[in-house]
């Protein structure tokens, strides 16, 4: 064991000017998104025009401390910068924004790889002119197309078409379901505020080729080499994990699959991301560590590592994610290409600043946040992990060495995985360890799948991919069904989210300097946590609500009390996709799924039927009657039937009436006049929040 005499790092933040630009430069962006970008950015430049000339004007004056009044007026011009860039990317300060503009038809760019489904296409359009009756204007902006699949006229989209389409733009829907994932939220990081979905006839393609010519270059060729590995590699599973792995093409991997890397801690391996760069960069390094040896050799290794490391992000289609992870690497080699000392720390924040300047919704994206604290912890806790203990033997602490990355990064992702997916796979550290060496071969014998011509190569690297990715998927699999494999049902709040980081933050400079008042704000951070979990426990045991989820025009209604779960729905289980989208997040914070009672009714015919949830008599209403039941305590009306709503309601004054999604907006109107009276017994559940009945 080593003895530590000093400080493993030096954490002094002079020596990591980058990070402070990156805080202030954050901390803006925090402001606009808080004050709603009120400001204008007009005003915020004006703002940093006044602040460069006091700094000029006042640097003249000796009374003033020049140290301190550059800090001042450097923290308010970057911070101010961070207001200005985001507040320039929200639709309210772009000039000529489509929504200000009448249309009856647009024309846009086809601005992504469109993703096919069995009965959609999507993508998003970045549009360039709206027209009506008696205009034409130029507009900016991005939308979300869908358009339906015709398999007598099935269009190719390809990115960088332009297309004219009608106009049947919608507001993209808030989500309606407790946990819910937030799709409007995810679409707005990308600067798209609206949708739209189109049959097959109302688009058409007006020509081709307008894209930037860099990206579809990129996409066409990741095109033609999944396709490559479509001929060597034949098992579907095999196939799709394969090009997720190394082109980062994941839209056609089924929902077990997804389960099994997510419940393990392994889903990083599918996003193409700093994982695989960095696993380019090693062997290239690997490779090319002979030209150290030569004078220049060091600088034209670098050179060439870079061009490879692009053609690589070129290779898998210039997706954001690998973009960021080729700035990332791109600075830690220009670093040692320079000759400048490397501070990873410092490298690191300039790569974040740098990707932050020309696109700050990017520090609202989970996967942004979620690579760089994870390579975050592998700067700062793996080499004070590595200074306290290891082996003489080489072999052994080559594992030794994966388990400490391992546990840095995950450590450091912690916060973030509880608070955006309200999990935590246990069994992290053995899947990853398991994972570590088939998902780095599939990468290397991947790579020569994609630059080898030889036909019988190819075929001899399709069967050894193939070989690998089964093998992985069946220890993943095996490793998702050991008991207590995931702790599900976590709801942490973005505070919680800060105090453990804080404690993770002190366990570094604890472990780093030996600082006792480092572990003292450590356990303080625990204990401040463990209060916080114990009145969450608390308040679940104690929870009692009976909740109509908007499923459209299905039914999906729950009963939670004491810890336990009754779901009754239209849809046939609990695996089907809407209610793992919609229902399954809020339900899981009380049960795990296997453990969840769940009744199927039965929707071939319309029918009405009385059921009972606990306590709670529930009239599921489909068909006009005269024979109304009464005591029920909620009515679920749907499908537009024209059983008399008042005399409904007179047999049933307490009872609540929910008009879900399989009604029309015309018997929706209806109804509303018709017991408008009354209407604090009417809730409308169609494009509206789940009803939840909660007990005192």
């Known amino acids: 064991m080593a003895m530590v005499k000093a400080d493993i790092l030096d954490l002094t933040i002079g020596k990591v000017p980058m990070l402070k630009a990156l805080l202030l430069y954050i901390t803006g962006i925090l402001i606009a998104v808080g004050s709603n970008s009120g400001l204008s950015p007009k005003i915020l430049l004006i703002g940093i025009g006044l602040l460069l000339f006091l700094f000029v004007v006042l640097s003249y004056f000796k009374s003033f401390s020049q140290k301190y009044l550059f800090s001042i007026c450097f923290s308010g011009i970057v911070i101010f910068y961070g207001y200005y860039q985001y507040a320039s990317t929200q639709s309210k300060h772009i000039k000529n924004y489509h929504s200000s503009y009448p249309a009856l038809q647009y024309v846009g760019i086809v601005d992504d790889e469109p993703i096919y489904k069995e009965k959609t296409i999507r993508f998003p359009v970045k549009l360039q002119v709206a027209s009506d009756s008696a205009q034409s204007s130029v507009v900016s902006g991005k939308l979300m197309l869908t358009i339906l699949r015709d398999s007598l006229k099935d269009q190719q989209f390809n990115y960088g078409d332009k297309m004219a389409f009608v106009n049947k733009l919608n507001a993209v829907n808030p989500p309606f379901n407790p946990k819910e994932f937030d799709y409007k939220a995810y679409l707005a990081n990308k600067g798209i505020e609206a949708q739209c979905l189109l049959n097959s006839e109302e688009v058409e393609i007006l020509d081709k080729g307008f894209g930037n010519k860099l990206i579809a270059y990129s996409l066409d060729l990741r095109t033609q080499l999944i396709a490559k590995f479509r001929n060597y590699i034949k098992e579907d599973e095999a196939f799709n994990v394969a090009v997720a792995l190394i082109f980062g093409y994941r839209s056609q991997i089924d929902q ?31 490779v090319f560590r002979w030209m150290d040896r030569f004078p220049y050799g060091r600088l034209l290794k670098s050179i060439i590592i870079l061009l490879a490391i692009w053609a690589y992000v070129i290779l898998t289609g210039m997706s954001p994610p690998i973009l960021r992870a080729g700035i990332m690497i791109s600075f830690f080699v220009s670093s040692i290409l320079i000759n400048r000392k490397q501070i990873p720390l410092n490298t690191l924040a300039a790569s974040a600043l740098f990707i932050l300047l020309f696109s700050p919704n990017y520090l609202f994206d989970v996967g942004f946040q979620l690579s760089y604290m994870a390579i975050l912890g592998i700067i700062l806790l793996y080499p004070i992990l590595k200074n306290y203990y290891l082996t003489q033997n080489k072999w ?42 088939p998902s780095t071969l599939i990468m290397y014998v991947g790579i020569g799948l994609v630059m080898i011509p030889l036909e019988w190569t190819n075929q001899l690297l399709g069967k050894i991919v193939e070989w690998l990715l089964n093998f992985m998927m069946s220890g993943l699999k095996g490793i998702e069904q050991l008991p207590a494999a995931v702790v599900h049902g976590v709801d942490w709040h973005w505070s919680q989210v800060f105090i453990l980081g804080i404690g993770i933050l002190a366990l570094v400079v604890a472990l780093n300097s030996k600082v006792a008042k480092g572990f003292i704000v450590l356990m303080s951070a625990l204990f401040v946590l463990t209060m916080f979990n114990s009145y969450n426990f608390y308040q679940k045991s104690n929870y009692s609500a009976l909740k109509f989820y908007n499923t459209r025009s299905e039914i999906g209604i729950s009963l939670i009390k004491d810890n336990k779960v009754m779901l009754y729905s239209t849809l046939d289980s609990l695996q089907h996709s809407t209610l793992q989208f919609s229902v399954l997040p809020d339900l899981r914070l009380y049960s795990s799924e296997d453990k969840m009672g769940f009744t199927s009714i039965a929707a071939n015919e319309r029918q009405n039927r009385l059921i009972e949830l606990g306590k709670y008599k529930i009239l599921i209403l489909e068909i006009k009657t005269l024979e109304l039941p009464s005591e029920v ?3 679920l009306w749907r499908k537009n039937n024209y059983t008399d709503i008042n005399n409904l309601h007179s047999l049933n004054p307490k009872a609540i009436i929910i008009v879900d999604g399989s009604n029309s907006d015309k018997t929706i109107t209806r109804l509303k006049n018709a017991l ?13 929040f789940a009803y939840v009945w909660q007990e005192e």
């Open 676 to 688: 408008e009276s009354n209407s604090d017994r009417l809730y409308i559940l169609k494009n509206n």
């Open 633 to 635: 305590d909620f009515v």
């Open 256 to 286: 077990s699959t997804i389960s099994a890397f997510t419940s393990t801690g392994t889903i990083h391996v599918l996003s193409v991301s700093g994982l695989h760069v960095s696993l380019v960069f090693a062997l290239l390094n690997f």
């Open 396 to 437: 052994f602490n080559y594992v030794l060495e994966y388990v400490y990355v391992s546990i840095a990064a995950q450590l450091f992702t912690l916060p973030l995985t509880l608070y955006y997916f309200g999990q935590f796979p246990n069994y992290f550290l053995l899947a990853n360890l398991f994972i570590a060496i």
